[in-house]
Nanobody
């Protein structure tokens, strides 16, 4: 699989942004997908994940109620709607695909080791 993120950019605190991950390759509809972010000088952290059907989602506590993950399998696309963004959410955002039930438990959703394919990331800068 190949994953390509887009939609990053500059936003002010409190604004909204939608990230897109387009996937190419056979069998993607079988893969769960996750979003991770990495701030400068920090480790990559999980943001959200969604099952292969889109029927199950999980979120990091810090983004619950503000971010929404969704997918359109017909368009081979996964979205991350980010509302009320915060300064500390600056970083590169990555989507990843997992050939496993990562939405089963939070720990799996959060673990980068569960994911088999990664995109190159899209930068998001939250600044006033």
């Amino acid at each position: 699989l190949q994953l390509v993120e887009s939609g990053g950019g500059f936003v002010q605190p409190g604004e909204s942004l939608t990230l897109t991950c387009r996937v190419s390759g056979v069998g993607w509809e079988k893969y769960a997908t996750g979003w991770f972010r990495q701030a400068p000088g920090k480790e990559r952290e999980a943001v959200s994940c969604i099952s292969n059907t889109g029927g199950s989602t999980r979120y990091a506590d810090s983004v619950k109620g503000r971010f929404t993950v969704s997918r359109d399998n017909a368009k081979n696309t996964v979205y991350l709607q980010m509302n009320s963004v915060k300064l500390e959410e600056t970083g590169s955002y990555y989507c990843a695909a997992a050939d496993g039930p990562v939405t089963l438990i939070q720990a799996m959703c959060d673990s980068a080791k569960e994911y088999d394919y990664w995109g190159q990331g899209t930068p998001v800068t939250v600044s006033s």
